[in-house]
């Protein structure tokens, strides 16, 4: 006997109850703000001609910025996109031309390189070449965005070019950067698309990636970074480095004392690796350093940096 298995109509009911406050609640963790707009959008508003799509179903928003999206291609790569426009539809809000519209927090330049990534029907060489070389500003503004709007296959391309050149094991380390005790990486440098040639990097965006770990919990990519904060000189460990013209990073103040006091860790250890040099050369021993004991250090960054 078949047995319908069909929820009553109640139930059904409760259900989406239960998923609407699940949303809200996942809306609220993220700090995302959205909201209607109302009469008068037409008026004053620029928009992004490659982001204008005439047949387009929704109206994008930021700042005196609007883009002419399709609602589908969102909700189908962001859970909170849907959310948004599920709001839109059900609010008292305007539309204009048919569409409905949401106005986002987000900065248009933020938001151009965001669409463009999802509208371009995924052959963006972001997407499709590995070693694509991307500037460490533009990722970091496509971290910022994937996270905060769920969006799953951006999420996992930034952390593998993250983890890439932040690597958490040291074999992978001496692959990336065959030549990091020599001239080849120079303090304050591009590392540049012959060493890094998936992420176009300089020293010091290693503390946007040290707040990006902490904000999104990749806590795999924390040795790495501090180590190679800590290879700059003072002042640029407590630099406010800016993106932009209102982004802004910097180390909190705990991290900034991790990284001194990790850097006086490295340094002791190199007087110490140093010296041991010097006296098997001196004393014509057939042995010599090599990158074991280099390999062994690297274990213990997290606890040179105090990460754990």
Known sequence: ??????PPD???????????L???????ENNIQFTTVGHGVDKHMRYDEDLWFEDGNILIVAGMVRFKLYRGIL?????????MLEVADASAGDHVRGCPIVAVTDRPQHLVL???????????PFLTDPKYNIDFQDLRV???LAFKYSIQHLQTEVVRRLQTCFPSDFEDWKIRYPYSCSEHITLNKNCGPELNDTLNFKFIDSIAVINLARQFNLDQLLPAAFYMCSQQITEDIAARVRYGDNDVEELSRNDLLRCLHGLEICRQDTTMW?????????GDCPGHLDCDQLGDDWVLLPKTFQLK
């Open 10 to 20: 109640r139930d059904r009911r409760q259900d989406n109850i239960r998923d609407r």
């Open 274 to 282: 140093a010296t041991e040099l010097v006296v098997e050369t001196l």
């Open 22 to 28: 699940v949303r809200a609640d996942r809306r609220k």
């Open 75 to 83: 909700a189908k790569y962001s859970g909170v996109f849907r959310d």
């Open 114 to 124: 965001l669409f463009t990534l999802l509208f371009d029907g995924g052959r963006h």
């Open 142 to 144: 496509i971290a910022l």
């Open 1 to 6: 006997m078949d047995i319908d298995s069909t």
